[in-house]
């Protein structure tokens, strides 16, 4: 039941990023006008606003205009719902389980913004980091786990202080959009253990690393071409949370 619950949740929270991906870095508002077609501006329905099956139904086209609707709608939807029912099977009934919803669809909107407009918006960097620190409050306060609440605050300070060093050094390595987004993951992994944050920054900087020479030995970019970092601090992160402890077991020898 908790995760059909989680499910409908994800797809329903899902449909509402790809309205912040489109919106926010455009300085549009997310709330008015309603859902529409950005080919025609017609506004949708009710039912053509239902996830991945208006979209299904419609063969991916506007009803109104006939005009190609991405697949990357429904994936986005399907995506967050899948990252939804992850953290349900990670955390079970825990009251860990909204912190961590919020902050994989914030990941997954700064994602998606990062790579189409090397940007990490502040409207969706603040917000997401003030939904996880209060939400994290609850477990805190439920469970008596404000030990972890406090090394939460200090990991992400931690992974602040690393990033923006970082930024000194190279500013125009390291965006301080991404400086930003270091202390929201610090403070998510911080809650699980000191291992989790180092292990999730790292993973950023390996999968950074390994996709960027990739990219480069291709051909599909140049040294000279930004690449967003982003993503993969946000895959590094999300790795950490989903399987970070068998991997520091196995980095310890356990």
């Not at 899902?14 to 926010?24: C, E, P, Q």
């Not at 403070?187 to 020479?213: D, E, I, K, Q």
């Not at 601090?233 to 356990?254: K, N, P, S």
């Amino acid at each position: 039941m908790l995760t059909l619950i989680v499910a409908v949740f994800g797809l329903v929270v899902g449909s509402f990023l790809n309205v912040v991906v489109w919106r926010v870095p455009r300085h549009e508002s997310i709330v008015r006008p309603g859902s529409h077609c950005p080919s025609c501006d017609a506004e949708l329905s009710p039912l053509e606003n239902v996830p991945v099956l208006a979209w299904v139904v419609l063969r991916g086209h506007c009803r109104h205009c006939r005009a190609r609707i991405s697949v990357r709608y429904p994936l986005v939807e399907l995506a967050n719902a899948a990252l939804w029912v992850g953290i349900a099977q990670r955390f079970g009934t825990s009251w860990e389980v909204p912190a961590y919803c919020a902050l994989a669809s914030g990941l997954v909107a700064l994602s998606l913004i990062d790579l189409d407009h090397f940007l990490l918006p502040n409207r969706v960097l603040y917000p997401t980091g003030f939904i996880v620190a209060a939400l994290l409050v609850l477990p805190a306060a439920i469970d008596g786990q404000w030990d972890s609440y406090l090394r939460a605050i200090e990991g992400g300070a931690a992974a602040f202080g690393v990033f923006f060093a970082i930024h000194i050094v190279s500013p125009r390595g390291m965006g301080f959009g991404d400086v930003r987004l270091s202390f929201v993951l610090g403070l998510a992994l911080g809650w699980l253990s000191w291992g989790h944050v180092f292990l999730g920054l790292f993973l950023g900087f390996l999968l950074g690393a390994v996709v960027g020479t990739f990219l480069i030995a291709t051909k599909l970019r140049s040294r000279k071409d930004p690449v967003p970092f982003g993503p993969f601090m946000a895959a590094g992160a999300l790795v950490a949370i989903f399987a970070g402890t068998q991997l520091l077991d196995l980095y310890r020898g356990h």
